[in-house]
């Protein structure tokens, strides 16, 4: 669950992330400097608010790096906002499809039990995590303590929010025994493999495994019921559908008008052209989106279930992209639970 900039753009700025070499011959990044007074009032606030010892904040303060790189990040914007059909061709890959599976029965116990607990079909939880750092491959490679700092005491843009990141950082690892010298994440500093910015770690992260921890940088239930757990408090309708194809042979809706909010209702849609099948009562929230093509726009209808993942993450594409990576996974695993085949095998025939 990364943060800024806007996630619509997020994955031209991963990329750019990726690309962005070191200055030649750059120094090595220094201790951040702890007698700065914006810093020193930091402190000073961890301790009133938190009871925090200044001397053990001064040490680990001191070994946080300032990076110049994260701030040229946060500072370039996306060269090109991609539309449907490429966010969908890198995320919607048989690579994905193949690796959510392995995942799902990997993890096939503890997913029918947090899915029966919570209401949200496992295909969803899994998907996210495919999405969000492939499921766990790319989970960032900056230290979280270096980023947070960074964007807390460099970035004026964004202070603000950063130190509060920062501070629910240290409450994070001072609650569950860590070295806050040792996580890493996103440059932003989200973490584990759903990629929770801190606050949201200490607010949505739970123990699924019944071990007194909440990891979430190890595949298990820790992360797939935490997950779960930030749906539902979302608010999440169990049994209710998440997206619906839709055509309309009246003049259609203007793209660039489409938000990230319920604002129509199936019969409004319905009565503006709009053709689609849905079990949901013609009061139900809906929300028209554009899915853009090579030749084109397609249509589709989301419903509680779809704002909810992009509460996830405020992108219509992320959310599009998990709505259909879970359906591709979930038929793939249901085929395969039948007896039509091993997931590698079906891999091995390119389907």
């Not at 599976?101 to 029966?116: F, H, M, S, T, Y």
């Not at 019969?267 to 929300?287: C, H, I, K, Q, V």
Request: proline share 7%; charged share 25%.
């Amino acid at each position: 669950m990364r943060i800024p900039p806007p996630r619509a753009a997020l994955a031209a700025l991963l990329m750019l992330a990726a690309a962005v070499p070191a200055a030649p011959g750059a120094p090595r990044s220094t201790g951040l400097d702890v007698t700065r007074p914006e810093v020193k009032q930091f402190i000073a606030g961890m301790h009133h608010d938190y009871g925090f010892s200044r001397q053990e904040l001064l040490k680990v303060l001191r070994d946080a790096e300032p990076q110049a790189r994260i701030i040229d990040i946060m500072q370039r914007p996306a060269e090109t906002a991609l539309q449907w059909y490429q966010y969908r061709t890198r995320f919607l890959t048989e690579e994905r499809i193949a690796g959510g599976v392995a995942v799902w029965q990997q993890n096939r116990e503890a997913l029918q039990a947090i899915e029966r607990d919570s209401g949200v079909p496992a295909q969803y939880l899994v998907a996210i995590t495919g999405v969000e750092t492939f499921y766990g491959r790319q989970v960032g490679g900056y230290r979280v303590l270096d980023a947070l700092a960074t964007l807390a005491f460099d970035y004026p843009p964004r202070a603000e929010y950063f130190r509060k990141e920062l501070a629910q950082f240290l409450l994070l690892a001072r609650e569950e025994h860590l070295d806050p010298r040792e996580p890493k994440g996103s440059y932003a500093g989200a973490m584990g493999i759903p990629q929770f910015m801190p606050s949201s770690y200490r607010r949505y992260a739970v123990d699924g495994s019944g071990d007194g921890r909440r990891d979430l940088w190890t595949y298990g239930p820790d992360v797939f019921a935490s997950i779960a757990h930030y749906l539902r408090e979302q608010g999440w309708h169990p049994g209710e559908p998440v997206l619906a194809d839709a055509c309309n042979d009246m003049p259609p809706d203007d793209p660039a008008a489409a938000t990230a909010k319920l604002a129509d209702t199936v019969d409004s849609l319905r009565e503006r052209g709009y053709r689609f099948d849905t079990t949901l009562p013609g009061s139900a929230a809906a929300m028209l989106v554009p899915a853009a093509l090579e030749n084109g726009t397609a249509w589709r209808v989301g419903y509680q279930n779809f704002y909810v993942i992009t509460r996830y993450n405020r992108s219509l594409l992320y959310a599009m992209a998990v709505s259909d990576l879970a359906d591709a996974i979930a038929a793939r695993y249901k085929a395969a639970e039948a007896g039509s085949g091993r997931p590698d095998a079906l891999v091995a025939q390119g389907q």
